[in-house]
């Protein structure tokens, strides 16, 4: 860029801008308000002729990271799935009490793009990633997840720091009977402040 000398004064101006800019973005690397949501156990549910074979399984990545590997085989076809997602969040007392978030969803619908439910294509959108669970229905055979976790960017709200447990419950036909439960998915997640080690300072860069 080109200043003349008239234009001392804006250059100035242009530097403590520049300045102010640059402090604030370094505060907001230290300060970092952000939160990750680390993932600290899953349980798989199978259910007696519809689910088997379940085997869910958490492998640590770092101190901020755990990756769940997740596998099922459906004896039978499903036509028609509905989820319930209820979702728990610890109290002072220990004790999981329902948090915000209690909804079913049909997720053959969600899928086939006939419903826009928000925390359906949340779902979707983490299971697509890290999932075959990726088509339209029917779903048969194998179901497979690999080193699926919660990327910071999951929720559009920023959870307030504490330990969940997102509570799936897989249907077949709900409401319209015969209906069944096909199986259950339990996700325990820490909300918390990403640790900070000297390992992993480029932390910020990997995150979504
Ligand atoms: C479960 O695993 C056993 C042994 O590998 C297999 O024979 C069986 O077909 C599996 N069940 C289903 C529903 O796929
Ligand atoms: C669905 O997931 C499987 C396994 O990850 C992958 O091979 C397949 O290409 C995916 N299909 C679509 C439509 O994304
Ligand atoms: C998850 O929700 C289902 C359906 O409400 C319930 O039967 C099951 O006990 C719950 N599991 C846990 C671990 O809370
Ligand atoms: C599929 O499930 C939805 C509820 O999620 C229900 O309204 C609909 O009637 C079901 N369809 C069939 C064919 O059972
Ligand atoms: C779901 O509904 C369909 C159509 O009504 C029926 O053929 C099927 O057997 C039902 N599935 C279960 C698991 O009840």
């Not at 907001?28 to 949501?37: A, E, L, N, Q």
């Not at 004896?75 to 220990?94: A, T």
């Not at 920023?158 to 009977?177: D, G, S, W």
Request: proline letters at 6%; charged letters at 15%.
């Amino acid at each position: 860029m080109i200043y003349d000398r008239s234009s001392t004064h804006l250059r100035n101006m242009h530097y403590t801008v520049l300045a102010v800019l640059v402090s604030y973005l370094s505060w907001r690397v230290i300060c970092d308000p952000s939160v990750v949501y680390k993932l600290k156990n899953i349980e798989c549910l199978t259910v007696n002729g519809f689910s088997a074979n379940a085997s869910c399984r958490l492998k640590a990545v770092n101190w901020n990271k755990a990756v769940a590997q997740m596998d099922v085989d459906l004896v039978k076809p499903l036509y028609n799935i509905s989820v319930q997602l209820q979702v728990f969040k610890k109290d002072y007392s220990n004790k999981f009490q329902p948090f915000l978030i209690n909804v079913v969803l049909n997720v053959c619908d969600l899928l086939s793009k006939r419903s826009f439910m928000p925390y359906g294509l949340i779902i979707l959108k983490v299971a697509k990633q890290f999932s075959n669970f990726n088509h339209s229905c029917p779903y048969a055979g194998h179901l497979i997840a690999r080193d699926a976790y919660l990327p910071e960017s999951f929720s559009p709200i920023v959870l307030p720091l504490a330990l969940y447990k997102m509570n799936v419950t897989i249907m077949e036909n709900y409401t319209r009977p015969p209906n069944a439960h096909v199986g259950g998915i339990v996700w325990y997640v820490q909300a918390m402040q990403p640790i900070q080690t000297k390992r992993n300072p480029k932390l910020r860069a990997s995150r979504y």
